[in-house]
């Protein structure tokens, strides 16, 4: 039987894989790709937690899934502009390695 | 058949994620991106959440990736060289991902709540678009509009930033 506790495992090893895709890649596209893989991760809980929510009435707590909607939208937002950013510094510095870019190091 | 179902498409979407992580080629980890995308809204849909899985296939496996696939053909990136492999770094990355998990690990087994399983919604429940609608149009009108602004402001600043020249 499917429990809570099975989705959000599985939610915290997305979430593990995405940090792990941030802490060990040095392409800085495949970071993005690991920041995405987290904000799903945070969605799969929270939709797992308004299945959770379905108590009094036999329905979802549809407010745990219009977050998620909110988050979705804002991450759509947010890959436009980063990509835009990337794009702008790689025709500035040829380079899409993180640690070729480093001008704004102590 | 769900709990079936919740295997195939967790391992599914892990594994795949896994791969976005290891392989080197970044058009490579993109397709398994957009194969971890799919089998995500095949989770929302076994948690019955209809609306979001649709839109996560629409908005995330369509939009985003196409956006990603085509900013990487644009930069024409290859495959990553392999570098210097920097030791302390892998053991640090490594120390947190395992201090992570099992951190992980405790806190949904001490959860008391997590070890119920799902309960049953009402028959005849109106389609979750109408409940997620409702929700949307009703109680969270003003962020619905806020968001709305967002989306514009952030269509600006794209354009503003891929000029040729940033002043």
Partial sequence: ?106 | MFTILFWILSLLMLGSAVAVVLLRDPVSSAMCLVLSFLALAGLYITLDAFFIGIIQILVYAGAVMVLFLFIIMLLDLKAEVRRKFNLAALAGGSLVLGGFAILLTQVVKSLPSAAYPFPALAPGVPSDAVGVGTALFSGFNLPLQIIGVLLLVSTVGVVVLSRRTLR
Avoid at chain 1, 20 to 29: D, E, K, M, S, Y
Avoid at chain 1, 60 to 76: C, E, M, S
């Fill in chain 1, 1 to 106: 039987m499917l429990t809570l506790g099975h989705y959000l495992l599985v939610s915290g090893l997305l979430f593990a894989t995405g940090l792990g895709g941030v802490l060990l890649r040095r392409n800085i596209i495949v970071i993005f790709m690991g920041l995405e893989l987290m904000l799903n991760a945070a969605n799969l809980s929270l939709v797992a937690f308004a299945r959770h929510g379905a108590v009094s009435a036999g329905l979802p707590d549809y407010n745990a899934q219009v977050l998620v909607f909110f988050i979705i939208t804002v991450a759509a937002a947010e890959v436009a502009v980063g990509l835009a950013i990337i794009v702008a510094l790689y025709r500035q510095r040829q380079t899409a390695h993180v640690e070729d870019l480093n001008q704004l190091k102590f």
